[in-house]
């Protein structure tokens, strides 16, 4: 009894003692931080400020506290008395008041000024994740609860909004289609020929199928299930679909046939009869998923279809921030549905480690949590905005070796592969930090144990500085249990695919931006090189790939990573060059090539490593990165260092001539031909080393399942075109003017597809999704306003007294004359409503 009032009482006095610690509450606290201004006198910076503005009646005096947040930008300078910005890790910012910074009275603010490098153009631009740490207390975080971001001056705002004229001029060439005009089927197949009648589906359709085809017609039937409400069963009635193993046609191959009375799909493969299926989908009435139907109208046609490229793969990286195991079931039914057949998933890098291995929990209890924290010893510290608290979605999470294997079992069953991504040498904070801690906890026990996995020289004064800002983030490739860590991973992994008798042909190791400065100051690499007769640091590298590689061809697996696997780093007249590396031109590399950025210099790079004998998988990031932003608009999310990338840049993409499709520079500008001059091109043998095209979605600034959605879609729809369909004639045209009629003409037909059917189909399509409606174009011409959207089938709403357009403004059909404040906005089928465009 006096045991339990003791723990009372202690509990009751760590309250008070926390209280008394406490001078103010945290959520007396407001900050709001603003953009003063681009090009900031003259220069290739920005200012920007924090207001801390005192709304409670306690004085908070600035001492007490430190101010922490997510801040992917460098701070040069802090204009303001007694503040320092201070960088401790990564993007893990803060800013810390000196002694004479004055307290702030009920009411009362103070702005904290500063000069960082660059630009500045959206909200995605914005510190995150703000949380303040009293002095007293300072292992706990108190997240601000009010955190407003605006720009200060209107000049700015203009400069840094879409202009809607632009928007209007590019819509402005694109007709609107009579819905039964267009092919049904995305991507469009190699032959469609549509046929009078349709095919009634109902619940006393009859599916037959052959034995070898099995898998793929239960799946159907257990969709169809929940269209009809009842199964279909066996037999031999006239109304029908039918499965039919033929021979002769190429993987992923198939002939649809639909009759008045007989749906007949033919494949000499199991992927070929699931893509017939997906595109017999395609062709039933967009709104057949919204609820259970009495029948299903199909049209009658007959289809033959092949893929152009064999690997279609989307990337996702759940390591910057986690994605629930639902919302991965979901992702895959979309890739399932656009006949995407890999899945790349980018498991672990320096902000978190996704996936349970069995035997190195500390992986998950440290690598995959973020909270507050100076030492990395629990949890890793914040990132993107996660903030002070642990065990918060989107920060922290991971799957389970259960998760994984029901995520694999999943794929599998829709045709797709899933390529795990373990990070190796760099980009592994969170795995080295993990390790750290699997070392601690038993170094005074179990010394052996404790440096059986240990990914870092202790005694290792290297310094260097990753691109994410990182000090501290790259395995010791000098050290066995470096090794020792990476085979355990993959025979864990391994085991897991095996569980859920599932494909694994390859690990991608990542395999980037590894810094310069990095081991140079390492024993156990000095050891290693004295040993190895290494004399430059830079072939240290190629002594990692070569001893991962044989883990990997041990385990019948190969080797894929980022394009720096397959290059070599030299030197010409003093300037660091890099070549394509002959030492595995051999090893069945894969090497995925993102950097094409116009005007960086690497515009060849995949066609170089392509034409040396390398298995070039195209990732470019002018056209397949969707993480970038879709526009450059202040209100418009996401990231624009490498393009701005809307539903056209995959769908123009040229994968085998992509200097003709370079239309855009960095800054959204006409990119300039002479940079092309040069560069090497694309030989047929280089031509046969393209196995295929990726897309890819980062995660540092998504932060949930909606962001996500809004990022891929509609763009995956651009690039599910350029992976399946066959080589359109305006890639190969040479003369530009018929090239640009022929592409309008098929840019018009996926516009009208998109707006007219996959958009009331992703309405409802496993359970929906939030794809991006596009802004309103508008232009005023003899003082009429114009207005019109990117995908006919969308609603144009507008009101003219300044209120937010909804379903129940007016319709726009005709110009308008102008008068006052007019706003637009676009709609899709269910009321939902795109970002509203303001004419004044």
Known sequence: MKKIIFIAALFCFQILNTKAQQSFKPADLSVMWQLLGNDHLGKAQFLASFTLFNKGKTEIDLKDFKLYFSYPRVINSVISSNAKFENLSGEFCRIVFDGNAKSLKSGEKVIVEYIANGKSKNYTDAPSGLYIVFNKQPDQGYPIVNFERDYLLDKEVAQLKLAPAKVYEENKQIADLPMENLVPILPSPNEYKAKTGNFILYKNTTLNFASEFESEANLFNEELSKLLGVKLTSSKAENSIILKKIEGLVDEAYELSVKENRIVISSSSKNGAFYAIQSLKMMMPPNSWAKKQVEIQIPCAEVKDAPRFGYRSFMLDVARNFQTKEQILK???????????????????????????PGLPELTTVGATRAHTLNDQNYLHPSYGSGALPNTFP????????????????????????????????????????????????????????????????????????????????????????????????????????????????????????????????????????????????????????????????????????????????????????????????????????????????????????????????????????????????????????????????????????????????????????????????????????????????????????????????????????????????AIEKDSKIANVNYLKDWTWFVNVLGKREFTRLNHYASGFNYRIPTVGVNIEEGKVHANVQFPGLIIKYTQNGSEPTLKSKTYTSPITQGGSIKFKAFNSVGRGGRTISIH
Not at 331 to 357: P, S
Not at 572 to 579: F, I, P
Not at 607 to 613: D, S, V, W
């Open 331 to 357: 992702v895959l039914d979309l890739l399932a549905l656009y006949k995407i057949n890999t899945l790349h998933f980018h498991l672990n890098d320096d902000e978190g480690w996704r996936l349970e291995i």
């Open 395 to 730: 920060g922290s999470g991971f799957y389970s070796k259960a998760d994984f294997i029901e995520i694999l079992k999943y794929a599998k069953a829709r045709h797709i592969k899933v390529i795990p991504e373990l990070e190796t040498p760099g980009h592994a904070r969170a795995a080295i930090k993990a390790m750290d801690a699997r070392y601690e906890k038993y170094k005074n026990t179990d010394l052996i144990s404790a440096k059986q996995y240990l990914l870092r020289d202790t005694l290792d004064q290297s310094v260097y500085k990753s691109v994410q800002g990182f000090k501290d983030n790259v395995m010791n490739i000098a050290m066995p249990s470096t090794y020792t860590f990476i085979e355990k991973v993959v025979d864990e992994v391994r085991e897991m695919y095996i569980l859920a008798d599932a494909p694994l042909q390859t690990i991608h190791i990542g395999g980037d931006e590894v810094p310069e400065g990095v081991w140079q100051k390492s024993p156990a690499i000095a050891t290693f090189m004295q040993k190895e007769n290494i004399k430059n640091y830079n072939d240290l590298w190629y002594e990692h790939l070569s001893k991962v590689n044989e883990i990997l061809k041990k385990k019948n697996l190969y080797l894929s990573g980022w394009e720096e696997v397959a290059m070599r780093k030299t030197s010409l007249d003093g300037t660091t060059k890099y070549l394509a590396n002959p030492d595995f031109t051999t090893q069945n590399f894969h090497a995925y090539v993102w950097n094409n950025v116009w005007g960086w210099g690497q515009e060849d790079l995949a066609y170089r490593l392509a034409n040396a004998g390398y298995k070039v998988v195209l990732s470019a990031v002018t056209n397949f990165y969707f993480d970038l932003a879709y526009e450059q608009d202040a209100d418009e999310p996401g990231l624009y260092w490498g393009s701005f990338v809307d539903v056209d840049k995959p769908f123009y993409f040229i994968p085998l001539d992509y200097y003709k499709s370079a239309k855009e520079d960095v800054q959204g500008k006409p990119v300039d031909q002479k940079i092309f001059e040069h560069k090497e091109r694309l030989t047929d043998y280089g031509a046969s080393n393209i196995v295929g095209i990726q897309c890819q979605i980062w995660s540092e600034k998504i932060s949930g399942a909606e962001q996500l959605e809004y990022m891929l879609l509609p763009k995956l729809l651009g690039f599910a075109e350029r992976a399946w369909a066959k080589n359109p004639n305006w």
